[in-house]
Structures are given as C-alpha cells and as structure tokens.
C-alpha cells in the first residue's frame, strides 16, 4: 500500500504564487509516475502535470503551462507543484496521485491507482 499525503493548500490572491507539496509512504517502489490533478467546485478532475522520476520527464496542461512547475524528490519521495501566477479559474482541490504504468497517458484518471486526500488552493481577486 502506498499513502499519499498532500500541504501546502490555502487561500492566495490573484497573481500570488504557492507551492504544494506531496510525500509518498508505505510502499514507494508501487510507483514509476507521480502527478498533480485539480477539481474545481462543479466540474470534473483536471490532469495538471505529472513526473516520470527516473528521468524527469514531465508533461503539463496547457490550462497551467509557463505557471505550474513540477518537480520530484527521489530521495524523500516527494512531488511538489509550484503555482505562479495564479489565477481565480486555479481555484480548486489539489490531489497527488501515482500510477506504475501510464496505461491510459497522463492525463487519463484510470491511469492512476493511488490518490490523496486533497489540499483545497481558493484563489481570490
């Protein structure tokens, strides 16, 4: 079992930045990939980026792209998201996720089997 455990939520103001932080436990070698996804009040879970640690590949959303950067720490199995610019429609819950193989890409939910908890990011103007 692998446990994901997300900080780093709370409230910003438009154009603030934040970084969110995700540590992995339990069993860390049940993993090859790592990603952050979004949900918004009413609307369906958005991919926002996701990590391929043993080379850093990475892949973003164009919603975030040039704001959101992800970034892995192997050594203490974390995933952090840097938000810059943020902005009112970045208003959401923020989940880390993992997945061992990308069976429907990065950007697909089925692809990912263990989930966080949440970190609620509001965004204000």
């Known amino acids: 079992q692998l446990q994901l455990e997300e900080s780093g939520g709370g409230s910003v103001q438009v154009g603030g930045s934040l970084t969110l932080s995700c540590v992995a436990s339990?069993?860390?070698?049940?993993?090859?990939?790592m990603a952050w996804w979004r949900q918004a009040p009413g609307k369906e879970r958005e991919g926002v980026a996701c990590?391929?640690?043993?080379?850093?590949?990475?892949e973003i959303a164009d919603s975030v792209k040039g704001r959101f950067t992800i970034a892995q720490f192997k050594t203490n199995h974390t995933v952090l998201l840097q938000m810059n610019s943020l902005k009112p429609e970045d208003t959401a819950t923020y989940y880390c996720?993992?997945?061992?193989?990308?069976?429907?890409?990065?950007?697909?939910?089925?692809?990912?089997?263990?989930w966080g908890r949440g970190t609620q990011v509001p965004v204000s103007s």
């Open positions: 990590i391929r640690p043993s080379d850093l590949y990475m």
């Open positions: 996720a993992t997945a061992y193989v990308l069976r429907h890409g990065c950007r697909d939910e089925r692809s990912f089997g263990y």
């Open positions: 339990g069993d860390t070698s049940d993993y090859r990939w």
